[in-house]
């Protein structure tokens, strides 16, 4: 029986069904570029407004990708559908002027997932060599956005941005969650072979346990991110790397180990940096830090203000504060956002008992 004359289950053939596939193809792709057309009559109407800036729009997004969500019936996931309907909004926004997103590079770190999984593919990428240098390269304007990595599930706080979020004037304009899958990646033949293992420290920290098991003489190096540590282990067949499965792929490393990683639920937040917070959507959260001179109850006092209006807190963070020592300040992250009625109430009471209270940012929560 050839491919093309064979029947399916429901007695249709081959041909008949791929004829109906490329009807429904042009369908949709009559849809999109209706969709693009749409997308640009509103930066007309941003434009005739007189709005300066790019045309992206965080809550608005957010809140398309929630309604496709919702209304998906399936078969496809609803992480499917997310992705889809974001790289459908990236390529209409990219036809107004595309984002240039600066992230922590170089090509193929965790970041850089991160960047494309909240901004779609059709961004114009800047892979920059730090933390550091993202945020200055936003605050510059010679990018609209950054992405930096927060937290990770198994490794806590990234301090960096931490520190470097008290100093900024940038705001959080929303958040990526990312599983992460670390890889051993390596032309060497076999383990036995591996004298090195580069990746960043978060990498190395992740799969402690796999490589005290399985390589505990090889020395482990520490460098400026996992894609550096793909780089480093294609130039020598006696090192690998923990890496990603793009920087394993980006540098041509095979993957004798994949998943290596000792949380099984090993994830990481990213932030997104921008100038403007965006508006509500009925789904945010907010960001900010907070301190209060160090005397008893001091912190318990602080929050106070939450406990009333019945706020929810999803983390509390300590940092060393830059001004004295033993001074602290507090990273909080907050449901909802500094514009609802009753967070803006209890962020007002709080910052009558605050030394500092800076707010990071309201935007949408993360939609996976
Ligand atoms: O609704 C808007 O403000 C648009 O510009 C359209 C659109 C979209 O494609 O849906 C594109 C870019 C924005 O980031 C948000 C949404």
């Known amino acids: 029986m050839s491919e093309t004359t064979g029947a399916g289950v429901t007695g249709e053939s081959l041909e008949s069904i791929r004829a109906r596939i490329d009807g ?20 007309a109407v941003k434009q005739a407004a007189g709005e300066s800036g790019d045309y992206y729009r965080p809550a608005r997004e957010a809140q398309v990708l929630r309604r ?9 996931s609803d992480e499917d559908i997310s992705r889809l309907f974001r790289e459908i909004m990236s390529a209409c926004l990219a036809l107004q002027r595309p984002l240039r997103v600066a992230f922590l590079g170089p090509e193929g770190t965790f970041t850089q997932e991160a960047a494309l ?9 800047l892979p920059l060599e ?13 990018a609209e956005y950054g992405v930096v990595p927060v937290e990770n599930s198994t490794e806590g706080m990234v301090t960096h941005t931490l520190d470097r979020l008290l ?44 490589l005290e098991t399985h390589l505990p003489a090889a020395e482990r190096i520490a460098v ?22 793009a920087a394993a792929e980006r540098y041509e490393l095979p993957v004798p180990q994949p998943s290596i990683q000792d949380g099984a639920a ?8 921008g100038k403007e917070s965006p508006e509500p959507t009925g789904e ?41 020592m033993w001074e602290y300040v507090f990273f909080i992250d907050l449901v909802g956002h500094a514009e609802d009625p009753d967070l803006k109430r209890a962020l007002g009471e709080m910052q009558q008992l605050a030394s500092l209270l800076k707010i990071l940012g309201s935007y949408p929560r993360s939609v996976a």
């Open 68 to 76: 496709v969500r919702d209304a998906n019936q399936g078969p496809l």
């Open 24 to 43: 429904i193809d042009d369908e949709l792709l009559k849809l999109v570029n209706e969709r693009a057309r749409a997308a640009a009559e509103v930066a």
């Open 130 to 142: 730090g933390i550091d240098a993202v945020f200055r390269e936003v605050e510059a304007g010679g």
């Open 224 to 245: 400026s991110s996992t894609a550096e540590a793909a780089r480093l282990a294609a130039e020598d067949s006696s090192a690998a790397a923990i890496a990603s499965d």
């Open 117 to 125: 999984k909240h901004f779609g593919h059709s961004i114009r990428s």
């Open 266 to 273: 090993n994830s990481t937040r990213f932030l997104v940096l």
């Open 284 to 324: 945010d959260k907010t960001s900010l830090v907070i301190a209060r001179e160090n005397r008893p109850g001091g912190l318990a006092g602080l929050l106070a203000p939450l406990a009333r209006y019945g706020l929810n807190m999803t983390r509390l963070e300590s940092r060393p504060s830059p001004e004295g």
């Open 167 to 210: 100093s900024s004037p940038l705001q959080i304009v929303g958040e990526v969650e990312m599983a992460i899958v670390q890889n051993l990646a390596t032309r060497a033949t076999s383990l036995g072979e591996i004298r090195r293992v580069y990746s960043h420290s978060q990498g190395l920290a992740q799969c402690r346990a796999w």
